[in-house]
């Protein structure tokens, strides 16, 4: 394990993404329903911003063409595809942390 900070625990407002680059990586970074989620950043389709995108049950819809991936397995939600990286993330002491290891 090697947790990073990437955002203090207030940068992350319920329902609403975060971009971070992490080690390269571009990462959105969401707090829905009360859960922490960490996939990558970039939409799969043609590069939207995932952390701009809306939350629905568990899902994030790109904001520029309307792709939706779960939040939890990075899968397409229509396809079923896995097509997201996720990333563990929690929350300690006011931080938002990330492993990005595995
Ligand atoms: S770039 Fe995300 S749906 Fe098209």
């Known amino acids: 394990m090697a947790w990073q ?11 609403q993404g975060v971009e971070v680059l ?3 990586t571009v990462i959105a970074v969401f707090r829905h329903q009360g ?3 960490a996939v990558d950043g970039v939409c799969m ?9 809306k939350l629905s049950g568990g899902t994030v819809v790109c904001p520029w063409h309307g792709w939706m991936y779960e939040l939890s397995t990075g899968k397409n939600a229509v396809t079923c595809q896995k097509m997201l990286n996720t990333f563990l993330v929690r929350e300690r002491d006011g931080k938002i942390e990330i492993d990005a290891s595995s």
């Open 45 to 53: 389709h043609q590069g939207g911003p995932l952390a701009r995108g």
């Open 35 to 37: 859960l922490l989620y």
């Open 22 to 24: 992490h080690e390269g």
């Open 5 to 15: 900070e990437v955002l203090t625990s207030e940068e992350l407002v319920e329902g």
